[in-house]
């Protein structure tokens, strides 16, 4: 008999997943943030050269040709469309699709946690964030500058550092991709020599990131006049777990960025992605000052559970 028919993870891990998303949604109850579930397709996609949208078609009643869509990679530009709508804070819990991830800390198909914080920075959110860490297991977590890490590990400031010397440090690791621009030898940089070491006794959060690393977050002037994003990453034994931001609400910057991301993905030879002008107009309308955080449930289970693979955490 067939054996492939079974789930990949046990009843125990299953009900761990269950109790888990159980904690979240108490707690999220218990802090007056209200749960929302937005479509998972979408006319539009992410820009981002580093995330590849899975596609999908279908047809409608009574038509010719079959309609062109993406799976989401987050819920994040539908739940900002709420939130400029007056939602207040809100949260949710689905699924998100992402192609040409798999391993084991990555899969194309995976659980989210997103959630949005009205009138939070990001240390606020981190501090919540903090507060359900507890709950789960973790009764400290710790924070650190993203460049405090690359000082400790790698000797030099980031925000200050030639751009000759990070491709100088990364080939010497052993980076082979050829030239690159300043955010993808600083992501290879923190990925092969910061991030492995951080979160192996608590969770770690690393907090303000190089400007050019920004994504959806706001940029001000860091301690020494460098620019810094107000972006943050959770680390549990050395996996990333979230992403947070200090949410941009410029709409004419955002349009910028995805311009800019989309001029990055044409140079890679990477198909460009059809801008959210639900989102920008969204920001057009008004963002409310916000923080908000994309949360890996499987790898976060991974991490209560001691499992070595995202696959034995997913049903």
């Given amino acids: 008999m067939k054996e492939n028919w079974r789930p990949s993870c046990t009843n125990e891990t299953l009900k761990a997943r269950a109790d888990l998303f159980g904690q979240i949604r108490a707690f999220m109850a218990g802090n007056g943030v209200m749960e929302v579930d937005t479509p998972a397709l979408s006319p539009y996609a992410n820009t981002d050269p580093h995330i590849e949208s899975v596609t999908a078609s279908l047809r409608l009643p009574g038509a010719n040709d079959k309609l062109s869509l993406y799976l989401h990679t987050s819920p994040e530009f539908a739940m900002k469309r709420l939130l400029a709508n ?19 800390l990555h899969h194309f198909e995976f659980s989210m946690l997103e959630w949005y914080r009205t009138g ?12 359900l860490l507890r709950r789960l297991q973790w009764p400290e977590t710790e924070r650190r500058s993203y460049r405090s890490g690359f000082e400790e590990y790698l000797g030099f ?50 907090y303000d990131y190089p400007a050019c690393q920004a994504a959806l977050a706001r940029v001000r002037e860091g301690d020494e006049g460098y620019p810094v994003a107000e972006r943050f990453e959770l680390f549990i034994s050395g996996m990333e777990i979230a992403n947070g ?13 995805f311009k800019r991301e989309n001029r990055l993905r044409q140079a890679r030879g990477l198909t460009e992605m059809p801008i959210d002008e639900t989102l920008l107009g969204a920001l057009e309308h008004g963002l409310p000052d916000c923080a908000g955080v994309a949360l890996g449930l499987d790898r976060l289970l991974m991490a209560l559970t001691r499992a070595s693979s995202i696959n034995k955490v997913r049903p």
């Fill in 86 to 104: 007056g939602s207040g804070s809100i949260y949710q819990i689905c699924k998100v699709f992402r192609s040409e991830e798999f391993g084991n």
């Fill in 120 to 131: 939070f920075g990001q240390h606020e959110l981190m501090d919540e964030i903090a507060v």
């Fill in 157 to 206: 400031n980031p925000h200050a550092a030639e751009p000759g010397r990070l491709s100088a440090k990364a080939e010497d690791l052993g980076f082979a991709g050829g030239p690159a621009d300043e955010s993808t030898l600083l992501d290879f940089l923190f990925n092969h020599s910061v991030a492995p070491n951080l979160g192996v006794y608590n969770p770690v959060f690393v």
């Fill in 245 to 257: 931001f200090y949410e941009l609400t410029d709409a004419d910057e955002q349009r910028d960025r």
